[in-house]
């Protein structure tokens, strides 16, 4: 394989994972733009593999035999995980993709400073390029602040762990930031010394502060906040790898990393701004210390609530001309999207008008509802996003929500609300609201939620797909 053939073939890859990343802009195309995804990956893959056998030649077979080993075995445990996972599981799947990517930066590095001839980089017994110290520097303290943040966010998001930096609520102490800081410039510190030496002390230094920092930026964020977490991290781990892909002189990791990093960091303003967060607070691991101001703010005061069964709920949406679904993270707990599905069906073959409204940051990654719909072959054309539906709720007859709670609590509209300023589903403008929860637990951000004591509300407990299930008979 000519090393012409070589490049046309990556730049293939590219072109392919560029029109995953379009594809994937939008639900009807989603599928497509997988599939795009998985054969630009087929491609950079097998020509790297190609590349290998033609530089190396029979001296190379045990070290090819190592990358094919490789290959199986994480293509086998990619597919096995992605096969068996729960819906509910997806974000911890996705914070552990996140830290592999950012481990596999840090083992490449510290394989290229250990002998960069192997790769190009300087001949035996020569000094590394100053140029490529620096792409090998950057690499891999962003590939370690990478894989440990999502190690903490992956005991975050799971929530079964009893270590206390695995657990949801936020972990603050005096003079966090400063320590933060301090870390970040003795980090950079030794990486400039590794950068003039290209000794290895300095870069090891370099290497584990870098690890303890990114423990440090994640462990004061609460729960409220996740969503933004698993973006960032994803554009995260594309700078790792688009900065090893400088370092290696390979155009396909820096492609692909560069098109990971920038729509991380484009996904997660995005975010930010549905969540009402400062994007350089959230780059910088300054963000989520007010909603753990609010989660800790003392005990939900209980007051009265207006509260009904499923067959008053069903009576409700089966009388109605006109019905939005809120779906939350709850929906997603109790695998509830099908009953769900079957629900929609129903009203709508009585002719009422359904639409399922999505916040950006419902459940605990971006786009989590979405996918959780699209399982249940839910149309496209009944799921709406914030911006595009709330104008509607004040024209709606009922608001059904489920499992959802600070996405639609109106305590944003107050200036002196830890969440002040995050925008919401309007769902408190409809006309009537069901909302089904298990109990009268806050939400991530650990604050009451107004909605649930409205007059025109009515509560319906128990779990969501026995819930939407009695609806389901309920409107037989």
């Known amino acids: 394989m000519s090393l012409n053939l070589v490049v046309l073939l990556y730049l293939v890859a590219s072109i392919c994972f560029i029109q995953a990343l379009k594809g994937l802009s939008h639900p009807t195309t989603s599928r497509l733009g997988n599939t795009f995804g998985m054969v630009g990956m087929a491609i950079a893959v097998l020509t790297t593999i190609a590349l290998i056998v033609k530089l190396s030649g029979d001296a190379g077979a045990l070290g090819l035999g190592w990358v094919v080993l490789g290959v199986a075995i994480g293509g086998t445990a990619g597919t096995l995980m992605a096969k068996r996972v729960e819906m509910t599981k997806m974000p911890e799947l996705v914070a552990f993709m996140h830290s592999m990517i950012g481990l596999a930066a840090v083992f490449i590095a510290i394989a290229a400073v250990a002998e960069p001839w192997a790769f190009g980089i300087a001949g035996k017994g020569q000094p590394i390029p100053l140029g490529n110290r620096l792409?090998?520097?950057?690499?891999?303290?962003?590939?370690?602040?990478?894989?440990?943040?999502?190690?903490?966010?992956?005991?975050?998001?799971?929530?079964?762990?009893?270590?206390?930096?695995?657990q949801g609520a936020p972990v603050v102490f005096a003079g966090q930031h400063m320590l933060n800081l301090a870390l970040a410039l003795a980090m950079l510190g030794f990486g400039l010394w590794f950068f003039l030496t290209q000794q290895w002390t300095p870069f090891w230094?370099?290497?584990?502060?870098?690890?303890?920092?990114?423990?440090?930026?994640?462990?004061?964020?609460?729960?409220?906040?996740?969503?933004?977490?698993?973006?960032?991290?994803?554009?995260?781990?594309?700078?790792?790898?688009?900065?090893?892909?400088?370092?290696?002189?390979?155009?396909?990791?820096?492609?692909?990393?560069?098109?990971?990093?920038?729509?991380?960091?484009?996904?997660?303003?995005?975010?930010?701004?549905?969540?009402?967060r400062s994007f350089f607070n959230v780059?910088?691991?300054?963000?989520?210390?007010?909603?753990?101001?609010?989660?800790?703010?003392?005990?939900?005061?209980?007051?009265?609530?207006?509260?009904?069964?499923?067959?008053?709920?069903?009576?409700?949406?089966?009388?109605?001309?006109?019905?939005?679904?809120?779906?939350?993270?709850?929906?997603?707990?109790?695998?509830?999207?099908?009953?769900?599905?079957?629900?929609?069906?129903?009203?709508?073959?009585r002719g009422i008008s359904?639409?399922?409204?999505?916040?950006?940051?419902?459940?605990?990654?971006?786009?989590?509802?979405?996918?959780?719909?699209?399982?249940?072959?839910?149309?496209?054309?009944?799921?709406?996003?914030?911006?595009?539906?709330?104008?509607?709720?004040?024209?709606?007859?009922?608001?059904?929500?489920?499992?959802?709670?600070?996405?639609?609590?109106?305590a944003a509209k107050d200036p002196k609300s830890p969440i002040a300023g995050m925008p919401i589903l309007?769902?408190?403008?409809?006309?009537?609201?069901?909302?089904?929860?298990?109990?009268?637990?806050?939400?991530?951000?650990?604050?009451?939620?107004?909605?649930?004591?409205?007059?025109?509300?009515?509560?319906?407990?128990?779990?969501?797909?026995?819930?939407?299930?009695?609806?389901?008979?309920?409107?037989?």
């Open 426 to 476: 309007e769902a408190y403008k409809a006309r009537q609201v069901i909302v089904n929860k298990r109990s009268m637990a806050s939400g991530y951000a650990g604050l009451d939620n107004e909605l649930f004591y409205m007059d025109k509300t009515m509560m319906v407990f128990g779990d969501a797909k026995k819930v939407v299930e009695d609806m389901v008979k309920a409107i037989d």
């Open 205 to 276: 230094i370099m290497t584990i502060l870098a690890f303890v920092l990114g423990v440090l930026i994640i462990i004061p964020i609460g729960g409220a906040d996740m969503p933004v977490v698993v973006s960032m991290l994803n554009s995260y781990s594309g700078w790792a790898a688009a900065g090893i892909g400088f370092s290696l002189n390979n155009s396909m990791l820096i492609i692909a990393g560069s098109l990971v990093g920038s729509s991380g960091a484009i996904l997660s303003y995005i975010m930010c701004k549905a969540m009402n």
């Open 283 to 349: 780059i910088l691991g300054g963000f989520g210390g007010d909603a753990g101001a609010g989660a800790a703010g003392g005990a939900i005061e209980q007051r009265p609530v207006k509260s009904g069964s499923s067959d008053d709920a069903a009576f409700l949406l089966s009388n109605a001309d006109s019905v939005i679904i809120v779906p939350g993270y709850g929906l997603a707990v109790a695998r509830a999207q099908h009953p769900l599905k079957e629900l929609t069906d129903k009203l709508i073959e």
């Open 354 to 410: 359904v639409k399922y409204a999505i916040h950006p940051v419902a459940g605990r990654m971006p786009g989590h509802m979405n996918v959780l719909l699209a399982e249940a072959e839910v149309p496209y054309d009944q799921v709406f996003e914030m911006e595009d539906i709330n104008s509607e709720f004040g024209d709606t007859d009922v608001v059904l929500v489920l499992g959802a709670n600070d996405v639609v609590n109106p």
């Open 135 to 166: 792409e090998l520097f950057i690499g891999t303290f962003v590939g370690a602040i990478t894989f440990s943040g999502s190690v903490i966010a992956f005991g975050k998001l799971s929530g079964k762990y009893k270590f206390r930096l695995f």
